[in-house]
T-cell receptor
Framework: EAQVTQNPRYLITVTGKKLTVTCSQN?????MSWYRQDPGLGLRQIYY???????DKGDVPEGYKVSRKEKRNFPLILESPSPNQTSLYFC???????????FGDGTRLSIL | EDQVTQSPEALRLQEGESSSLNCSYT??????LFWYRQDPGKGPEFLFT???AGEEKEKERLKATLTKKESFLHITAPKPEDSATYLC??????????FGKGTRLSVIA
């Protein structure tokens, strides 16, 4: 089954404790991206990757890092999380930029 | 700056009561307008892509249309299982995809 898998689905943590949200896709897609979804603000792109070893900033990259060492994986790293990063996060992938994206089921992060 | 505005924010329909959701936009050089459906606790699910004014796409009870300023998602004879949040997003140039805030649709049996 074609899917984008995110882990964990839920996480409660504290300010400053580094965390990683993993994302894996099994569709051999070149393009992957991370979004955050906040009430009243909609989905906003954090980072994206056109292919392996190629990443770039989206609209709201501050406080986040990503890497793309393999085609299937695109982890999101919060080196020093803060409460304003409490949000619902989605990973997505597509064949190429501009093509319809497949989304994971989301990771709800709460940073106290 | 590219902008996407969806209306209404929320819509409540009786089963079988057809209606339309609106996505108005301002963009320089539209390269694609996307409609997604999002169920509670799930990620958005792709429905349609429209590329040029006059284009229409259909899938079951849904029909998406596009003009130079807005897109409509028409829902014909909706059923309770059509209840979801519907998102539109647009792509222009090399900028990130811009999403609207969505319309929350409830269809009551």
């Amino acid at each position: 089954e074609a899917q984008v898998t995110q882990n964990p689905r839920y996480l409660i943590t504290v300010t400053g404790k580094k965390l990683t949200v993993t994302c894996s896709q099994n569709m051999n897609h070149e393009y992957m991206s991370w979004y955050r979804q906040d009430p009243g603000l909609g989905l906003r792109q954090i980072y994206y990757s056109m292919n392996v070893e190629v990443t770039d900033k989206g609209d709201v990259p501050e406080g986040y890092k990503v890497s793309r060492k393999e085609k299937r994986n695109f982890p999101l790293i919060l080196e020093s999380p803060s409460p304003n990063q409490t949000s619902l996060y989605f990973c997505a992938s597509s064949w190429r930029e501009g093509q319809p994206q497949h989304f994971g089921d989301g990771t709800r992060l709460s940073i106290l | 700056e590219d902008q996407v505005t969806q209306s209404p924010e929320a819509l409540r329909l009786q089963e079988g009561e057809s209606s339309s959701l609106n996505c108005s936009y301002t963009v320089s050089g539209l390269r694609g307008l996307f409609w997604y459906r999002q169920d509670p606790g799930k990620g958005p699910e792709f429905l349609f892509t429209l590329y040029s004014a006059g284009e229409e796409k259909e899938k079951e009870r849904l029909k998406a249309t596009l003009t130079k300023k807005e897109s409509f998602l028409h829902i014909t004879a909706p059923k309770p299982e059509d209840s979801a949040t519907y998102l539109c997003a647009l792509r222009s140039g090399n900028t990130p995809l811009v999403f609207g805030k969505g319309t929350r649709l409830s269809v009551i049996a």
